[in-house]
């Protein structure tokens, strides 16, 4: 059975900071590309920052320079700092998984909520 379980999410005051982790089980990691989305109230799920199998990364313009995403094949997880945090920033962010064979062979976390605001 596969799970990837996130934690790390809180309320934060602007300007803030936040560590996303997720941990997987049920897969071979290494060969997953990872990635973290969001999705605001009344917004479609966007895509935040993701990692591939050989370590690339790439972000979305709206946080790059303020998030970094990271991954421990040796631990199963991946990682979301996010530094200078705003209140646009507020969603409910999800880790996922997608084999680096067969990009529909996807799974998601179950998300956790991430609150910016004074």
């Known amino acids: 059975q596969v799970q990837l379980v996130e934690s790390g999410g809180g309320l934060v005051q602007p300007g803030g900071s936040l560590r996303l982790s997720c941990v997987a089980s049920?897969?071979?990691?290494?060969?997953?590309?990872m990635g973290w989305y969001r999705q605001a109230p009344g917004k479609q799920r966007e895509l935040v920052a993701l990692i591939t199998t050989g370590g690339s990364t790439t972000q979305s313009d709206s946080v790059t320079g303020r998030f970094t995403i990271s991954r421990d094949n040796a631990q199963n997880a991946v990682y979301l700092q996010m530094n200078s945090l705003n209140p646009e920033d507020t969603a409910v962010y999800y880790c996922?998984?997608?084999?680096?064979?067969?990009?529909?062979?996807?799974?998601w976390g179950q998300g956790t909520q991430v609150t910016v605001s004074s």
């Open positions: 049920g897969i071979t990691f290494s060969g997953y590309h």
């Open positions: 996922n998984a997608e084999y680096r064979f067969r990009s529909s062979l996807r799974y």
